[in-house]
């Protein structure tokens, strides 16, 4: 009990300053997200690949996005609010079975409700083109049997993010990298960690799932060439003549761990064994494979009469599906090896068999 004419601590209440205007994010708050919305999803949205040889295409860049996006919170619970219309720039090559392009054309997809009332499903995805041409309808046929989940994936991982905390996230980030230099690592709400702990346990489950699945198939290629043994080694292990039949970038390291890139990194790799001119060993991967997933490749090279060279292709661990969730990996890796190697060797080098 207190003692007479003396205030009794129990009851007081002291000044607790900005920590005591909304304890817990009990009040309703608002925060304006379309700005962070806009940044986030020109990130996630450019340089997509949609689909691979023949009828090839990519997104180019965000062109526009209209609508709002907010974050709430009110009694500790997020509450996003957003109603987005997108439109995205895409560009797409037609390509004959010798890798020789034979037609190009370019469009927008429009995505017109990113909303969080349908959250959960896949937003409408509306391919348009900006000539009327035959090459234009059939790349946008070949996107809209095959190349609208890399978008949808993408538009998923904005939403996720943003129902999260949305710029919240990027800012716990940025913090977190400043703490070296001694500033205080924010705390987000407890619902925002909740979701954000929900949204990075789910990526990481899936990524696990993919990474080191096979299709349990292997790809197995005979091929014959009109020169030496020697002349096709060089193909695979000197650098300007695989810039010349692959007519891009490339680059090579010929000894063993050496690594390359074929395509301007579209395939990439390191030699495991290179035993001129008869064998050749490799990792090998397309960029859209899923991280850290890698094939084995065994080139042999037989000369059985001079002049006439036998080339065997022996490629194993081939994924399942890309990381857009593709299953037809091995089909197109096989046909690439076709088009976009072999054959293109013979034409350039004129080693036609």
Not at 137 to 149: C, D, F, N, T, V
Not at 192 to 206: D, L, S, T
Not at 272 to 285: C, D, F, K, N, Y
Request: negative net charge; proline residues 5%; charged residues 25%.
């Amino acid at each position: 009990m207190a003692k007479f004419d003396e205030a009794d601590p129990r009851w007081l209440v002291t000044d607790m300053g900005e920590s005591g205007r909304n304890v817990n994010n009990w009040h309703w708050t608002e925060r304006d997200c379309t700005e962070w919305s806009k940044q986030r999803l020109g990130e996630l949205l450019a340089g997509i690949q949609l689909m691979g040889p023949p009828a090839a295409a990519r997104t180019v860049k965000l062109e526009s996005m209209t609508g709002d996006a907010f974050l709430n919170t009110r009694k500790n619970k997020l509450i996003p609010s957003y109603d987005l219309e997108v439109r995205v720039s895409w560009t797409g090559e037609l390509t004959d079975g010798d890798g020789k392009v034979v037609g190009s054309a370019s469009g927008k997809l429009h995505l017109p409700h990113i909303g969080d009332d349908n959250h959960d499903e896949d937003p409408e995805i509306r391919i348009v083109t900006d000539t009327n041409s035959s090459d234009a309808e059939r790349l946008k046929q070949a996107i809209h049997s095959a190349g609208k989940k890399p978008v949808l994936e993408a538009v998923h991982k904005f939403v996720a993010e943003l129902r999260a905390g949305g710029p919240a996230l990027a800012e716990a980030a940025a913090e977190e990298a400043a703490n070296g230099s001694g500033v205080p690592k924010p705390k987000l709400s407890s619902a925002a960690e909740v979701e954000r702990e929900k949204a990075a346990k789910a990526a990481k489950e899936k990524a696990e799932k993919e990474k080191g699945k096979s299709s349990g198939k292997a790809i197995s290629i005979t091929a014959k060439f009109h020169c030496r043994p020697q002349d096709i080694f060089e193909c695979f292990t000197v650098q300007g003549r695989v810039c010349a039949f692959t007519q891009s970038p490339a680059t090579v390291q010929p000894t063993p761990g050496g690594a390359f890139s074929w395509y301007g990194g579209s395939i990439s790799g390191t030699f495991t064994e290179l035993s001129a001119p008869g064998r050749i060993a490799m990792t090998w991967r397309f960029n859209t494979w899923p991280e850290d997933c890698y094939s084995k490749v065994v080139i042999d090279i037989t000369e059985p009469e001079p002049g006439n060279t036998v080339v065997k292709i022996k490629q194993t661990e081939v994924p399942a599906a890309d990381k857009f969730g593709h299953e037809d990996t091995v089909d197109v890796t096989e046909r690439g090896w076709h088009s976009q190697v072999l054959n293109r060797i013979r034409h350039v080098f004129g080693y036609g068999a």
